[in-house]
């Protein structure tokens, strides 16, 4: 079953279940699965007919995080087209050099980045692009409007034809060392797999999640956003990570699963309606990207009574590679956990020989949630994936007797910046 397929299915199973809010919009959007389907086919009736788009074209996304960001999703997963979610902290000259690379021909984007659009345009840096799309506002010369375009369009379902457990579903952008951004290729198998490393997580199909993390970014579309639509859960979006209406949409829409990065959640305690703050709703929250300091951990188990799992992710794996259990966030604090059941891990030296407890050197990954490499970069894929088909991270670790890991260094040097 392919991505497009997910969508479909859980409207029929549970058509009048609330999917999405998009807390960014004014008043807030809340779309069942039904309604969220029907937007999805009629994109997709735009883009397979007006825009031309088939089988592996790409589409891409200028915009902080709203529901247009999944109505191209799985539009483009009922196309078997290929999801391209720009990282709009890039300037506009970066975006061209990424969509040289990735030569998308459909542009959907929020005003504000419509300055990058209108650049893009005028000085002909993206020449793939022959359709642009604006969320709100004026858009530039010779958009049209996403909504009253997807409005106008054809409801009858779509099914792709042609797609397979390997065709690429979405293209994520990951950070390196020197250079662009690399195109990591998520394909449907990947996604498929991360999901059930997910869900196996104690996910219930009446959860409700708030996700901050931007949707061009693996944890963002991933980490819980995805496996509820397989569960029938609902999703709450919110344009961007701010603290106060963050705890106020906890309470007001009964959230039961929250997950950030340590920051955040420190940024939380520093709002100044966190002492007020209803959290009762929380069964748990998810941290990542770094590891959670204790006295945090400490502190909202003390004030608010919440139990933390944490976890460890990339985008060429998806965020569910590793997981720390509640009950280790004290006993294992600083490990990023156990590998989850579907991916195996290992500690290897130079020379690619397996490490015992303790000892450190490269982590490598291997399973069925790993990419199939970078979208047009064969040497970054021959470089990262070796001939056995473990994936080197890059990550210097170790692990011990319990099979808990450690991240220790990087083996190259990488700015990292806004969590990416």
């Not at 009922?78 to 542009?107: C, D, F, M, S, Y």
């Not at 990591?184 to 490393?197: E, G, P, S, Y």
């Not at 819980?224 to 906890?250: C, H, K, S």
């Amino acid at each position: 079953m392919y991505i497009g397929d997910y969508l479909g299915r859980r409207a029929i199973y549970s058509p009048e279940r609330l999917a999405i809010v998009d807390a960014g919009k004014a008043p807030a959007w809340r779309l069942t699965y039904a309604q969220l389907n029907e937007r999805a086919n009629r994109l997709a009736n735009w883009l397979g007919g007006t825009a031309g788009i088939g089988f592996g074209d790409r589409v891409a996304i200028l915009a902080r995080d709203g529901v247009e960001h999944l109505d191209t999703f799985f539009a483009c997963g009922k196309l078997g087209a290929i999801h391209t979610a720009l990282n709009w902290r890039l300037h506009w000259r970066e975006l061209a050099g990424v969509l040289q690379n990735t030569a998308p021909r459909v542009l959907i984007f929020a005003d504000d980045f419509r300055e990058a659009a209108a650049q893009l345009q005028a000085s002909g840096a993206a020449p793939s692009l022959a359709h642009f799309l604006h969320v709100e506002g004026e858009g530039i010369p010779g958009s049209l409007h996403f909504e009253s375009t997807l409005q106008a369009a054809d409801a009858a379902p779509v099914t792709a034809v042609g797609v397979e457990a390997e065709s690429v579903a979405a293209l994520i952008f990951t950070g390196g060392t020197t250079g662009l951004p690399k195109a990591a290729q998520v394909t449907h198998r990947m996604i498929a797999w991360n999901t059930l490393n997910t869900v196996i997580h104690d996910l219930h199909h009446d959860d409700v999640y708030l996700n901050v993390f931007p949707l061009f970014h693996t944890g963002g579309l991933f980490v819980y956003t995805l496996p509820q639509v397989i569960l029938g859960g609902t999703t709450i979006l919110v344009r961007q990570f701010e603290p106060a209406q963050v705890l106020d949409l906890i309470a007001r829409e009964q959230v039961t699963v929250f997950a950030g990065v340590p920051t955040m959640y420190q940024m939380l305690t520093q709002a100044p309606n966190w002492e007020t703050a209803d959290l009762a709703s929380l069964r748990f929250c998810t941290s990542g990207g770094a590891p959670l300091p204790v006295a945090l951990v400490e502190q909202y188990t003390a004030e608010k009574g919440i139990r933390f799992k944490q976890g460890f992710g990339m985008t060429e794996f998806g965020p569910g590679i590793f997981a720390l259990a509640p009950e280790d966030a004290v006993r294992k604090a600083g490990s990023i956990g156990r590998p989850n059941f579907y991916v195996d891990a290992r500690i290897v030296d130079g020379e690619n020989r397996p490490l015992g407890p303790g000892e450190v050197g490269e982590l490598v990954l291997k399973g069925p949630s790993m990419s199939s490499g970078y979208f047009n970069n064969p040497l970054a894929t021959e470089e990262a994936m070796d001939d056995a088909g473990w994936f080197h991270t890059g990550d210097l670790a170790r692990h011990d007797e319990g099979w808990y890991f450690t991240i220790v260094d990087r083996k190259k040097d990488m700015f990292i910046s806004g969590g990416e």
